[in-house]
């Protein structure tokens, strides 16, 4: 149900990294597979020198084997004397390869030489199954499925790795050049920089797509009864769009719709399934609806929630260069500390002050045309996260503090731009460190954990690719232009309370959902018409001059603190002892810990 893209072309210039891309569909696609596979099967034949040899066309053991054959004999040590009696040569290669020690051979080697044996003579005649049917019973007997088990999952696979972890520290140098460039000593860093950080997706996700919103329902989630009201809906509603468009829910069956929600949403819908668990048909088990999964622009805002939580205090007002007292000389009174209230205010101030940090923290870096690019985001990477000095200067730890909340947060956003979901796992797994440090009940800490629980080990490779590219929507087009999909929702529930504002007093059940159904169209309509007759659109961002006073205000309040000149013992009186990164506050023993009673909590709900 997914289509397939063949990439036969090359980058069109240094910065875009994108590709000609020719859509085949299934059948043309495997055509091409299986004329590929047959030119590299005729350059296998060419470079060896292969002879037809009919010794091997006898009835051996893997052939004449019955069931009673090999639930009685013992079937490894007959397949080695029949080696030993047909073809002793092939027998002595194959033991040379598997025994180190001759005088050490053990049982396990014998084995594995008689399934090596097994599997070239069932690659030439597929009758010669005896040791095939041996494993399909074991796997039968031991009750094999397609379930990871628990004792197989390493909390450590939730913690990024060293590869990882240098892959991320790449990232962010990119994401640290692009906030410099704009400075004029360092213009030349914009011909350095990749315009969009590539990914194996890219040309998939710079696809326009298109949003439906459904009508408004008049139910609380906060009720079982309206939760499962609302699953049945849902149910109702995608059987009627795949029987209009296939004909039947053949299709709907095999795949089924992913659901996402916030955080709240994931956990009351996903109540609703499990009170539903042992209905009789699919539709009374919402089968169709899963999985359900938290969705990203709400864990980036309470993420920046957090970072407001740690950074952002009242009685600091008095403390040159703290965040707060920035926000009042700066007068965005929009900020107030209540992430939820105003995200957008929230985010513009935390990044226009770690982008004057930035500025700052390459003051004595020296001024020329041209230089290396790595030397100079490494030197600022270095100095900016406090790597060369220790953590004893406060005031150096609280910017290097507030940088890290602020470039996680602008990884975020670049991930979704670029819909880039090879970096969202990343992401979860830095982010599940962020929540942890902060409180060890975490609620979104958990739903970190269950995204890479869900994507990594749990869904199908087919399912797993579903859920990665529906947190994304590209209603542009383009590279760079994707948004996470509940924002998306967030801006389609603004428009219907519009429309429905709109409808005055009085209004119908009726009314409401008709209208709201169509809002998203009625916007369209209205966008259009705007842009044939040149009226520009409302928006309450700054404007580019308004923010560049503000960020040439505040470099010059922070050089007065000397943010990253070291000076031991130095403190803000609010934030007396913080630490430097706000990650490292408990231990990795400690987190790995934390993440395995999550495992197991997650399984068991399961």
Request: hydrophobic letters at 35%; one cysteine or more.
């Amino acid at each position: 149900d997914h289509a397939h893209y063949n990439i036969n072309g090359s980058p069109s210039n240094d910065h875009d990294h994108e590709y000609i891309c020719k859509l085949l569909t299934e059948e043309e696609e495997e055509e091409e597979d299986g004329q590929e596979c047959i030119d590299r099967t005729k350059t296998i034949i060419d470079m060896l020198t292969i002879t037809s040899n009919k010794d091997y066309d006898y009835a051996n053991l893997l052939r004449t084997s019955t069931q009673t054959d090999m639930s009685e004999q013992d079937i490894f040590m007959a397949i080695i004397q029949e080696m030993k009696e047909r073809c002793p040569s092939l027998l002595d290669t194959l033991i040379s390869v598997c025994v180190k020690d001759k005088e050490k051979v053990t049982v396990r080697q014998i084995t594995s030489v008689a399934v090596a044996y097994s599997c070239l003579m069932f690659s030439r005649n597929n009758k010669n199954s005896a040791i095939q049917r041996v494993l399909t019973l074991l796997a039968v007997k031991g009750d094999a499925n397609d379930e990871v088990r628990l004792q197989d999952i390493d909390a450590e696979m939730f913690v990024l790795n060293q590869c990882e972890t240098v892959k991320m520290i790449d990232v962010k140098k990119v994401l640290i050049g692009r906030l410099l460039c704009d400075s004029e000593e360092f213009e030349w860093l914009n011909r350095k920089l990749p315009q969009h950080i590539p990914h194996r997706y890219s040309d998939r996700m710079s696809k326009k797509q298109q949003v439906f919103t459904l009508k408004i329902m008049f139910k609380d989630e906060s009720k079982n009864e309206d939760c499962l009201n609302i699953m049945s809906d849902y149910e109702d509603q995608i059987i009627e769009l795949y029987t209009k468009a296939y004909g039947n829910t053949d299709m709907l069956d095999r795949h089924g719709v992913v659901l996402g929600g916030d955080m709240l949403t994931r956990e009351r819908l996903q109540n609703a399934k499990n009170i539903r668990h042992l209905a009789l048909t699919p539709r009374g088990r919402f089968q169709h609806l899963a999985p359900v999964t938290c969705e990203l622009w709400h864990v980036k805002q309470d993420l920046l929630a957090k970072a407001y939580k740690a950074l952002y205090k009242q009685e600091s007002l008095g403390q040159c260069g703290t965040l707060f007292h920035l926000k009042t000389v700066l007068r965005r009174t929009n900020a107030n500390g209540n992430v939820k209230s105003n995200y957008k205010a929230h985010e513009e101030l935390l990044l226009l002050i770690v982008k004057a940090l930035i500025r700052i923290a390459a003051d004595d870096l020296p001024h020329s045309s041209e230089q290396n690019r790595e030397t100079v985001l490494s030197h600022i990477f270095s100095k900016i996260y406090g790597l060369n000095c220790s953590n004893d200067d406060f005031i150096y730890n609280y910017y290097c503090n507030l940088i890290t909340w602020g470039l996680q947060i602008i990884n975020m956003s670049d991930t979704a731009k670029e819909g880039d979901t090879e970096r969202l796992i990343l992401n979860m797994k830095e982010n599940a460190e962020f929540f942890y440090s902060n409180s060890t009940m975490s609620k979104y800490f958990t739903e970190c954990v269950n995204t890479i629980l869900q994507v990594n080990f749990l869904l199908s490779p087919h399912t797993r690719t579903r859920v990665l590219e529906g947190a994304f929507v590209n209603t542009k087009g383009g590279n760079g232009q994707n948004k996470e999909a509940d924002l998306v929702q967030e801006h389609a529930i603004r428009n219907q309370k519009d429309i429905i504002r709109g409808l005055g007093a009085n209004k119908t059940e009726t009314a409401t959902r008709r209208a709201s159904g169509s809002a998203n169209i009625i916007y369209k309509i209205g966008d259009n018409v705007d842009k044939l007759l040149n009226i520009p659109k409302q928006t309450t961002s700054h404007t580019k001059k308004t923010t560049s006073k503000d960020l040439d205000l505040a470099v010059s309040i922070l050089r007065k603190v000397g943010p990253f000149d070291y000076v031991k013992g130095r403190k803000f009186d609010s934030f007396k002892e913080i630490p430097k990164n706000p990650k490292r506050i408990v231990k990795r023993k400690d987190l790995v810990g934390g993440i395995h009673k999550k495992i197991q909590r997650l399984f068991l709900n399961c």
